[in-house]
C-alpha cells in the first residue's frame, strides 16, 4: 500500500487547521479528520464546530483527499490520556495498516511537508516489518503572541509523526525505536488568546499533570520587554524550556516565513547520525 496517509484529530481548536492542513495537502494521499460524534472533548466538555468550517474544508479539498471520520472518542471512566491514545488507534485504523500513519495536531505547521514525505519514503521496508518504528522531526514551540511577533522556546523539541505500527502508549509515542529525520514544524501550541489557552489546559491529554495557575501567573507576566528576565516556561517540568527567544511577525504567515529563513533552523547532520546511533543500539536485540 504505502500511502502517506495523514491524521488530524478535530476538537475545540478546529479553526487551527486552516493553517495545518495547506501545508501538508499536496504530498499527502489522503487526509482524515477525526471528529467526536457527539461534539465532546476527551473530558468530556461540550465543543461545537461551526458548519462554516466544514464548507472550509469542501472548497479546499480539489482533489478530494479529506475524509471526515466521526466516532465516540469520549469515553465515561477514562482519563484524557486514555482517551486520546483510543482515538489516535481507531483513527490509525481508518487510516489503514500497511501504509505510514502519520498524525498531525491541528496547530503543528509543516516548514517543507514534501521533503519529509521523501525522507519518510526511504524507510518503506519498515512497511512490511514487524519491527515497530517511529519516525520523528522536530518542532518549535510557540510560547507566546506579543507586539510585532511571538515568543517561542529556545531549543528544538522532538515529536513523534509517523509509524508503522499505531501501538501509541502516551499520545504519539510508541516507547520503541525512534528514526529522527532532518524536518521542521512549527508548534503553535501556546500562543493563543488567554481564553482559548486555558481551554486547551482544561481539554487536553496532560490536564491532569499541570499546576495551571502557576503556569499561567508567569504566561500572563511574560512579554517582549522582559523575557529574558525569566527561565522556566515548560507546562510539566518548567526548566525543559529553560529559555525563550523573539521572532518577529505581524501575522502567522509571516512568522512562519522568518522561521524558514532563519540560518539557524537546522538540524545538524552529526546531531541526527549521534541520535540514531544511540536508537539503533538501544534497540538491537529488543
Known sequence: MQKIQVGFLVSYDYELLKNAIPPVYDASDTIFLAIDKSRKTWNGSDIHIDASFFEWVKEFDIKNK?????DNFFVEGLSTMECEIRERKLLADQMGIGNWLIQLDADEYFF???????????YNHF???????QICCFKINLYKNVNSGVLYVDLFDK??????IPNYKIGRHGKCRSIYVDAIALHDCLSREREDLIK?????????????????????????TNYQDF??????????WKTLKFMNGNSLDEVLNNFKNDSSMKISNWFLMKKNIGQ??????K
Open 280 to 285: 539503533w543500539f538501544k534497540f538491537l536485540f
Open 231 to 240: 527561565e522556566g516556561f515548560f507546562y510539566l517540568d518548567p526548566m525543559d
Open 200 to 224: 486547551k489546559l482544561d481539554n487536553w491529554g496532560h490536564n491532569e499533570e499541570i499546576d495551571k495557575e502557576s503556569f499561567m501567573q508567569k504566561w500572563d507576566a511574560v512579554n517582549e
Open 159 to 164: 515529536f513523534m509523526v509517523a509509524t508503522n
Open 127 to 133: 512497511l512490511t516489518s514487524k519491527k515497530h518504528v
Open 66 to 70: 479529506i475524509q471526515i471520520y466521526e
Open 112 to 122: 517543507d511537508f514534501k521533503k519529509f514525505t521523501t525522507q519518510l519514503q526511504s
